[in-house]
């Protein structure tokens, strides 16, 4: 078992920035991948950003070249900076760790943290 508990979200006017921290704890020896997702309002879930075990990163065409995933492998925690956010950036936001490929287990997902960006 694995719990993560994110923090760092706030309101914020478009063209501001946030870093929103995610903490894992528990069986922290099976992660390898470490997210972020988002959902906004009425939408689905969708990727933010990917930080792989290798330390390869995958970010979708919306968060490329505004966000950053980072994180900090001895201490288990993962990062998300954001910058030049946009309205459209509103949502919750939750972290995910997978835990298949050390210990063919699930993933993980924190309870997740709001961002609003104001026009």
């Known amino acids: 078992q694995v719990q993560l508990v994110e923090s760092g979200g706030d309101l914020v006017q478009a063209g501001g920035s946030l870093r929103l921290s995610c903490v894992a704890s528990?069986?922290?020896?099976?992660?390898?991948?470490m997210a972020w997702y988002r959902q906004p309002p009425g939408k689905e879930r969708e990727l933010v950003a990917t930080?792989?075990?290798?330390?390869?990163?995958y970010y979708p065409d919306s968060a490329k070249g505004r966000f950053t995933i980072s994180r900090d492998s001895a201490k288990y925690e993962v990062y998300l900076e954001m910058n030049s956010l946009k309205p459209e950036d509103t949502a919750v936001y939750y972290c995910?760790?997978?835990?298949?490929?050390?210990?063919?287990?699930?993933?993980?997902w924190g309870q997740g943290t709001q961002v609003v960006v104001s026009s």
């Open positions: 528990g069986d922290t020896f099976c992660i390898s991948t």
């Open positions: 930080s792989l075990s290798d330390g390869r990163t």
């Open positions: 995910m760790i997978d835990t298949a490929q050390l210990c063919a287990g699930p993933k993980y």
